[in-house]
Nanobody, 128 residues
Framework: QVQLVESGGGLVQAGGSLRLSCTAS????????MAWFHQAPGKEREFVAA????????YYADSVKGRFTISRDNVKNSAYLQMNSLKPGDTAIYYC?????????????????????WGQGTLVTVSS
């Protein structure tokens, strides 16, 4: 299996930017699609963005299209989420996740139940 660790969260003003990182260890990182979810207090965990194992395919929630960019570096065993034009509504704990190897690459997976591996989360707070 793969272990995931997120970093890069913090406090930022509305309109600002943050870059989240997710570093993987364990099995071969390039075999896994990767995704980011977020969960605000009192709300369910929601899909944010995903990327295929090769990086050729990306998927985004409508709420973040044009503001967030997901990417990966298979040499560094890392995935990233560049978040621009942040809004107070983006405030949440952000989790990176991976499905089973080979899954969710040629097609998008948007449900948390489709993912088997999760990081511990990193908190993003956007002030108005």
């Amino acid at each position: 299996q793969v272990q995931l660790v997120e970093s890069g969260g913090g406090l930022v003003q509305a309109g600002g930017s943050l870059r989240l990182s997710c570093t993987a260890s364990g099995r071969t990182f390039s075999h896994y699609a990767m995704a980011w979810f977020h969960q605000a207090p009192g709300k369910e965990r929601e899909f944010v963005a995903a990327i295929s194992w090769s990086g050729d395919n990306t998927y985004y929630a409508d709420s973040v299209k044009g503001r967030f960019t997901i990417s990966r570096d298979n040499v560094k065993n890392s995935a990233y989420l560049q978040m621009n034009s942040l809004k107070p509504g983006d405030t949440a704990i952000y989790y990176c996740a991976a499905p089973r190897p080979g899954y969710c690459s040629s097609y998008g997976c948007y449900d948390p139940t489709e993912y088997d591996y999760w990081g511990q989360g990193t908190l993003v707070t956007v002030s108005s």
